[in-house]
């Protein structure tokens, strides 16, 4: 399931395609992916400029000027086709077949935008006022200025219940998954089974910085492609090539001087990779 870098780099490929566009046609060939599509989604969007495109969580929302937005959830196997006029650049992996184009958009620049979704796990609705109950109770971003380890202090204060189950909740922090949480874990060298409430303010003062800095860094590369996510653009996210413990079940630590070996085990039906000798 794509995370937060994921979403990120897939709303900064869809940007100079949509930013200030017109939706000149809303073509949809289903009646709807996860849920039925909105009735009223291709009357509303047809002829509206976008005049934004924003992330939150792991959603990406087209804000029209219709006091409305398009929100977009790619689910498990969502991936996003740009091509048309003017976007030459941009090749079309023969892989994605053409029968899961369920969603495309069509701009007044002649600019074609596709959600294809083989499985059907994704999601298009329309959004109005605070979001509806999609966005509703949804924790802060961590990639705000204002996320730090007093935000996840007073969140976690008292609760016994593992520090990764709590930053795994939308609820608590919004946008991460499994992949990033374990990253940031293991440099901040917190156990994820450690329950969350017996962790100190300066281990969570680090466990925020890490958060950002592992986001940041995949963003930067792309996001993470292990199975279906690509870039906007169709290219691969490389930050599967930085992980340090997810995935690595068996190899050496890779903190200088630890002589542990990264191990896995499952909490709450995930996997969590962490190091035993130097994760506390």
Not at 237 to 253: I, K, L
Request: net charge positive; charged share 25%.
């Amino acid at each position: 399931m794509p995370e937060l870098p994921e979403v990120e780099t897939v709303r900064r490929g869809l940007l100079p395609h949509l930013q200030d566009a017109r939706i000149e046609r809303l073509v949809l060939n289903r009646a709807g992916l996860r849920w039925p599509f909105p009735p009223d989604l291709v009357q509303v969007a047809t002829g509206a400029r976008v005049t934004g495109l924003r992330r939150r969580s792991k959603y990406v929302l087209l804000d029209l000027d219709r006091d409305a937005s398009i929100l977009l959830h790619l689910g498990m196997s969502g991936r996003i086709v740009i091509d048309g006029a003017g976007v030459g650049e941009f090749h079309r992996d023969p892989s994605i077949l053409p029968q899961h184009d369920h969603v495309v958009i069509e701009t007044d620049a002649g600019t074609r935008i596709t959600l294809n979704d083989a499985r059907r796990f994704g999601m298009v609705d329309l959004v109005r006022g605070d979001g509806g109950p999609l966005l509703a109770g949804l924790g802060p971003e961590p990639m705000d200025e204002d996320f730090t380890g007093a935000v996840l202090a007073a969140t976690f204060a008292g609760r016994r219940a593992p520090v990764k189950a709590l930053l795994l909740d939308q609820r608590v922090v919004a946008g991460l998954g499994n992949i990033y949480v374990s990253e940031s874990l293991f440099r901040a060298g917190i156990d994820p089974r450690r329950a969350a409430g017996r962790i100190g303010r300066a281990r969570l003062d680090a466990l925020a910085g890490h958060i950002q800095d592992v986001l940041a860094e995949a963003i930067a590369a792309g996001g993470s492609s292990l199975r279906d996510h690509r870039q906007a653009s169709g290219e691969l996210g490389y930050f599967q090539h930085s992980f340090r413990v997810y995935d690595r079940e068996g190899a050496p630590c890779p903190r200088p001087g630890c002589p542990g070996q990264i191990r896995r085990i499952v909490q709450s039906g995930r996997s969590s990779f962490f190091c035993p000798r130097c994760q506390h």
